[in-house]
């Protein structure tokens, strides 16, 4: 009897402490005739605290195989699994997410306008300007406001444009340049700490 089973990459579990493997993986078929594999035990939690636990497909099919010694298994998923335990799912109060969220975007705004003007004056930009007034208009001046106030337009509306954000709402379906950086970040986090939980199972 073959059996598929798609275990997850990362699973978020709370306060639950025995976990099963409808938990951590979709299978297909889940339930036959005498056989429920949803129920299946892999992993029961001791410790009612915060923390990562690591489960690879071989602790997956052992736990399968001891209960049905004659099913056949194929994964179609991920080969290492980290499961992160929290011992409660209370939310952060909304007062401290919202001084996070400004105190970021007031960095972040100050940091970028800094990068900007540090950049232009680097490219000598102010001049530029001043040239670009002088070849059009045959006038000379310090603020050629006709070129500086469209060109600070375009540099927000560039900006808005490239991270394909507006406020709550998004300019199209495709993830923003942070989206895909911050799930890079996390999938390089979640290697680095399945790596290291081999490494402790190898003794090193």
Not at 114 to 126: K, R
Not at 139 to 148: A, M, V
Not at 154 to 160: P, S
Request: contains cysteine; glycine residues 4%.
């Amino acid at each position: 009897m073959q059996i598929y089973i798609k275990p997850y990459k990362n699973t978020k579990i709370y306060k639950k402490k025995k976990i099963l493997l409808s938990d951590i993986a979709e299978i297909a078929p889940a339930n036959l005739k005498d056989i429920s594999l949803e129920d299946i035990l892999i992993l029961e939690i001791k410790e009612d605290k915060k923390q990562n636990y690591h489960i690879s497909i071989i602790d997956i099919i052992k736990a399968i195989c001891e209960k049905y010694p004659d099913v056949n298994i194929v994964n179609v998923g991920e080969k290492d699994i980290m499961i992160e335990y929290l011992p409660d799912d209370k939310k952060e109060n909304p007062l401290i997410t919202f001084l996070k969220v400004v105190s970021v975007c007031l960095i972040l705004f100050a940091g970028g306008g800094i990068a900007i003007m540090t950049f232009h004056t680097d490219s000598a930009l102010p001049d530029v300007l001043i040239k670009l007034n002088e070849i059009f208009t045959g006038t000379k001046t310090d603020r050629p406001y006709w070129i500086e106030i469209p060109y600070s337009i375009g540099i927000a509306v560039g900006i808005i444009v490239f991270f394909n954000h507006f406020s709550s709402k998004k300019i199209t379906d495709d993830p923003t340049p942070i989206e895909v950086e911050m799930d890079s970040y996390a999938d390089s986090i979640e290697k680095c700490i399945i790596n290291s939980f081999i490494e402790k199972k190898r003794g090193n």
